[in-house]
């Protein structure tokens, strides 16, 4: 349990300090919202499957060497 | 699993939607087939809840396990349970994840922090999963060991322009404790062999640590008509010496109801330094290894899918806003560059290499809610 506060504040402290920041800028983006309705059609949803994404990403474990880079994945071998 | 509980993307929680899924792996040997049902919903304005129950039915023969052991049966359970939280800018996601199969436990725990920034064109996420494993050995009920893991990952989502959408993801994974396969062993060179083969088998011995390091990046970019293309790229390097290179391009094609996707995607790795397909002698080295998926190999895979919208906003049923169906193959060509296919029964030094085609097919049920 050590170890995963120890991560917790790894990771929520840089984020607290990077959130602050940015809330602080008037910040002009330059693709504007009303300029995002492409990126807002299906077709460009990064993971439209989830379910399938997370199984593919199984398979390719199991049968190669390289892993991760893509989020992580947990659970069993599967792989004899 | 925070692939299964979607892309971050803070700002807004996941869409409520429920995923009903087949899979059937089928090729070289091994047949390996369940569901996957996956279930979102929000739960006030600021939560939403996940669940995923994912099942493996394995029926192998494989090369390893038809060169040196019987084939079985077995089934793997894999339950996540995930919630995340919202609040302004930031999403916070906590999942757990238990996979139980008769000689392999893991719990997974995973923690992760999206802020959205700079009027929501940059999202930053930062990651952390811890894995306790305990690996067992049929037919031998004192085998017991540990496994460790821990992966720490930032990722980046950058929209670009009003067409293109990128995201780099690096991640750190490190492992520790009993690394091997107990099933596998190595082949060595053995002139006094009984069975005239040649070569004799020993068990295994890996490093009780590994760490690994990946990038990965993609971009996909919306073409003047509307269709999608992607291309994104990974680059992996661990302790044990492998390197791999893997690239795709993804092209998806809109049509009436339907949505077509065409993929290609190519990997390339090294081998472990610890990798032989044939040792000089027995115990030859301090640490050794013969897992095909350690050796040199290149991976090829063409994948089509198409998905047909059956329901949308227009025509409603009930609660549900939108429903799909989508089917898909994956065409997984494997070749070994350093690890023979002993079935041959070729002298030693003469067999050929081995070679693995699989088909990987998908169909799934989507409905949003």
Known sequence: MEKIFLAIGRIVLPLLVIGGLSGCSNFEPWVKPYERDKLADPIMALDGDPVSTSYLQHVYESREGARGGEGAAGGGCGCN | MLMAFGTAHSGVLPEDRTDILYHLYDGGGVEIDGPSILVRKQVGKSLSVVGNYYVDMVSSASIDVITTASPYTEEREQWSLGIDYLRGNTTMRVGYT????????????????????????????????????????????????????????????????????????????????YLNNPYR????????????????????????????????????????????????????????????????????????????????????????????????????????????????????TFKLKAAYTFLNENQSWGFLKKGSVTASIDMLHIDFHDFSDLTALAPIGDEPLYKLDADVFQIFFSFWY
């Open chain 2, 98 to 177: 238990s996979s139980e199969e008769s000689d392999y436990d893991a719990a997974t725990y995973n923690f992760s922090v999206s802020q959205d920034m700079f009027g929501d064109l940059t999202t930053l996420t930062l990651s952390y999963a811890l894995g306790d494993d305990i690996v067992r050995k049929s037919g031998d009920d004192t085998f017991e060991k540990n496994l460790d893991k821990q992966i720490y990952g930032i990722g980046l989502t950058q929209i670009l322009t009003k067409n293109l959408i990128a995201t780099l993801n690096f991640e750190t994974m490190t492992d520790e404790g």
């Open chain 2, 185 to 300: 062993t190595v082949r060595y060179f053995d002139a006094s062999d009984l069975l005239g083969r040649g070569y004799g088998y020993e068990e295994e011995l890996y490093p009780n640590t590994r760490t690994s390091n990946a990038l990965g990046m993609r971009a996909r970019y919306f073409l003047p008509y509307r269709a999608a293309v992607e291309g994104e790229y990974r680059y992996f390097i661990d302790t044990w010496d492998i390197e791999s290179h893997t690239a795709a391009l993804t092209y998806i094609h809109p049509w009436k109801d339907f949505t077509f996707t065409g993929k290609f995607r190519y990997h390339d790795q090294t081998g472990a330094h610890f990798y032989s397909d044939l040792f000089p002698r027995s115990q030859a080295t301090n640490f050794r290894g013969r897992d095909k998926e350690l050796s040199p190999l290149t991976s090829y």
